[in-house]
């Protein structure tokens, strides 16, 4: 490292203290906390942008959000050069450098790494990140902090984007590194463009059934709804009433989003009983998630939900697979963790679907879906998106190309050209509750169905999740996408006995990923028996793992 680099990371670093006592670790979400205690780990995630940039020769992007936390929380995460997640082999390196206490030691870290990973930390490369953050208050001082880290490292230039979604962050460094144009124009242009296409290729006696083409969205008084209001005016066949756009005096997050919905079921505020029967649907904080819901009655705060189970099980319906099954190259993969609710992995199989387990959290489930030439997932809580390869896209190109030249206006054309557009609709990078809105729109004209009609596709089986505190959660290891515990011993055989009182009951245990508690899950055929299932399994666990064992 030249010398003038060592003193330049020296100085900058001078400038930022870490908080005392606060240790802080790089997960799916990247760093999230307070935000009055993030400035010195968003500068330090600036360097590791620009240093990521530099191995990888590729721009890199950095956002400051935190998605469905209250507005004082904020975070920030880096974007890799694909337009995912952080390489996980960079996620130990990344705490190491957020926990270090003194400019020295954070100094050595860099320097150890830097050689280990032989990135030219010597001034001639450049670096590109690109910058944006949502509509929280922090955001302004915390964006200053990660410039100050990024201009740290010689040759690192960032580019501020401004406020965006994490989605349209994740796509415009995807679609930099494609030699794509990496703008928010470029971006609506594409999605609008994509589903105006995918709307000019609905069945003509769909087009003339009278399907309500308005659905009404709560933009979670953040960033989403601030965008919403800019692409609705760009769609000529869907009407978009936004609620919570953040402009009214709502506070982010607060009894409004996507999570809120979808955990607690109540309608969010700015709806009343005024909206009984309308399509309704929900983005979280940073518009990375969508949940549907429709009030059922004037006198109940309860919704009907469509959660993400249910948008995954309604875009692969019988009519939804044909047009794989008229372009038969394509392997597809359906991919869902264990908290899927089981009424929807059901439904799926009875279509003749193979269906893939992960373990929790995004990271897994996009790996695996980038297996296959059409990769699908998406979580209960929202997040999914569908992932096409290359090699199967090129083939597809080829495929419309000479259909249209032999057959224009087939069918196996019009199901090419539908597949096409969705890949071009869909955010291929992340989960994006934008794209996935007109996507799911598209796929209600096509089929002429109403909300009530989609919700009735499955009765999902009630379940009941609990927590349960222990001395180390690290006694626990599970097998099997997370659904057997092989540790301690002799408790996955307690909690089968226990399953198997219970009609169609489903029960799996696993430990946080950042507190000393065990995560209970429990499905059965009612509520009342998923409720004792959980309750049951969790004496299980407090007697195998509580402070009250450990005293024995």
């Known amino acids: 490292m030249k010398e003038e680099q060592r003193l330049l990371l020296l100085h900058s670093s001078s400038l930022f203290s870490p908080p005392q006592g606060v240790k802080l670790s790089y997960g799916t979400a990247g760093f999230r906390a307070d935000a009055s205690i993030l400035k010195t780990t968003v500068h330090r995630v ?39 997640m952080l390489t996980q082999e960079w996620e130990p390196f990344a705490d190491q450098l957020a926990n270090a206490q003194t400019p020295e030691a954070f100094l050595s870290l860099i320097t150890e790494f830097v050689e280990k990973e032989k990135i030219p930390l010597d001034g001639v490369q450049s670096a590109e990140i690109l910058l944006g953050r949502d509509t929280r208050p922090s955001g302004e001082s915390l964006l200053e902090a990660a410039k100050q880290g990024i201009s740290s490292i010689l040759g690192a230039i960032a580019l501020d984007l401004g406020i965006l979604t994490t989605p349209q962050l994740h796509w415009m460094v995807r679609a930099r590194n494609k030699g794509m144009k990496a703008t928010e124009p470029a971006y609506f242009e594409q999605i609008s463009n994509s589903f105006r296409c995918l709307v ?64 607690e079921k109540v309608v969010p505020r ?51 697979t044909e047009n794989l099954n008229n372009n038969s190259h394509a392997r597809l993969g359906v991919i869902q963790t264990a908290y899927a609710n089981g009424a929807s992995t059901d439904y799926l199989k009875q279509l003749g679907l193979e269906v893939i387990f992960t373990p929790t959290g995004v990271k897994h489930l996009h790996e695996k879906a980038a297996q296959f030439d059409i990769g699908i997932y998406f979580e209960a809580n929202g997040h999914g998106t569908i992932l096409f390869s290359e090699s199967w896209l090129s083939w597809l190109e080829a495929r419309n190309n000479e259909l249209g030249f032999a057959s224009e206006g087939s069918e196996q054309q019009k199901a ?127 007697r195998f793992l509580g402070f009250s064992s450990s005293q024995r």
Request: glycine share 10%; proline share 3%.
């Open 270 to 320: 700015g709806f009343c009983s005024n909206d009984v029967g309308l399509r309704c649907a929900s983005l979280d904080g940073d518009a990375d998630r969508l949940v549907y819901f429709s009030v059922p009655t004037n006198s109940s705060r309860k919704i009907d939900l469509i959660d993400g189970d249910k948008i995954l099980s309604f875009i692969l319906t019988k009519k939804g």
């Open 46 to 84: 600036g360097i590791l942008a620009a240093l990521r940039s530099l191995k990888t020769q590729s721009a890199v992007g950095l956002m400051i959000t935190a998605s469905h936390n209250k507005v004082t929380d904020n975070g920030v995460k880096i974007v890799d050069p694909s337009g995912g």
């Open 200 to 263: 000019d290729l609905i069945p003509n006696e769909t087009k003339s059934s009278k399907m309500d083409n308005t659905v009404v969205v709560d933009g979670a008084d953040g960033v989403g709804g601030e965008k919403l209001e800019v692409l609705k005016t760009m769609l000529t066949s869907l009407v978009i009433e936004v609620r919570n756009t953040g402009k009214g005096g709502g506070i982010l997050n607060d009894g409004v989003g996507a999570d809120y919905v979808q955990k």
């Open 416 to 542: 090419a050209l539908r597949l096409l557009s969705v890949s071009k609709l869909i955010n291929q990078a992340v989960g994006d509750a934008l794209s996935c809105l007109l996507l799911v729109e598209v796929v209600l004209q096509h089929k002429g169905w109403s909300i009530h009609k989609w919700n009735e596709l499955y009765q999902d089986l009630p379940s009941r999740q609990l927590k349960v505190k222990v001395v180390d959660r690290t006694a626990v290891a599970t097998t099997n996408a997370e659904t057997v515990a092989i540790s301690p011993p002799g408790i996955q055989e307690a909690i089968d006995a226990e399953t198997a009182k219970y009609p169609r009951g489903r029960c799996f245990i696993r430990p946080s990923g950042t507190e000393d508690v065990i995560r209970v899950y429990a499905e059965a055929s009612t509520q009342e028996a998923a409720d004792s299932l959980a309750g049951s399994v969790a004496k299980i666990v407090d």
